[in-house]
């Protein structure tokens, strides 16, 4: 069964304290995996897609990378604007129907 | 640039009564999505439209209905809500289900049946 489990669920920074969020899969072939930020009360924001282990992407304080197992989101230097539910996604070869697998998301705090 | 619209932001039934959630999109997307989010639960699927003209279950179908009006138009109907479908409803889009192909969600409708 294609699963996303994501770690830890709750996570509280200082502004200026690096910090990883983790995203660990199991799917029948990767097609892409997906982060997204949502802020409270709003529909999920795209950051970022990877399709192939060792591949990673940047956009200003956030890093995302990928293994064949796992993802990891990092976050250098942190402002508490950067403060929100950031979501992990998959989505299988198989069946090709375009679904995502939603994980259950991190919330992350940053006080200043 | 309006992207996906749903409407009504907020609503509150009561057990048994019916409703339909709308959705729009301006991107000329093939694909559309409703998904369902509860604490702890994450984003889970309802039912998805591959193409205009075709839809099919997702991961929590029963209970609901959904309507491919036409391209732009994905409607998900609550015939005899529970309170079990208290949740926020969200409808997605995306241009097809290839690779690079972003999907793109809409603002919510948070929905209380009581």
């Known amino acids: 069964e294609d699963q996303v489990t994501q770690s830890p669920e709750a996570l509280r920074l200082q502004e200026g304290e690096s910090s990883s969020l983790n995203c660990s899969y199991t799917v029948s072939g990767l097609r892409g995996l997906f982060w997204y930020r949502q802020d409270p009360g709003k529909g999920p924001e795209f950051l970022f897609t990877l399709y192939s282990a060792g591949e990673e992407k940047e956009k200003e304080r956030l890093k995302a990378t990928l293994t064949k197992k796992e993802s990891f989101l990092h976050i250098t230097a942190p402002k508490p604007e950067d403060s929100a539910t950031y979501l992990c996604a998959v989505q299988a070869r198989k069946g090709n129907t375009g679904k995502l697998i939603f994980g259950q998301g991190t919330t992350l705090q940053v006080k200043p | 640039n309006a992207g996906v619209t749903q409407t009504p932001k907020f609503q509150v039934l009561k057990t048994g009564q019916s409703m339909t959630l709308q959705c729009a999109q301006d991107?000329?997307?093939?694909?559309m999505y409703w998904y369902r989010q509860d604490p702890g639960m994450g984003l889970r699927l309802i039912y998805y439209s591959a193409s205009e003209g075709t839809t099919d279950k997702g991961e929590v179908p029963n209970g609901y209905n959904v309507s491919r009006l036409n391209k732009r138009e994905f409607s998900l109907r609550l015939e005899s809500a529970a309170p079990s479908q208290t949740s926020v409803y969200f409808c997605?889009?995306?241009?097809?289900?290839?690779?690079?192909?972003?999907?793109?969600f809409g603002e919510g409708s948070w929905l209380t049946v009581v």
């Open positions: 997605a889009s995306r241009e097809g289900q290839g690779l690079g192909n972003t999907i793109y």
């Open positions: 991107m000329n997307h093939n694909s």
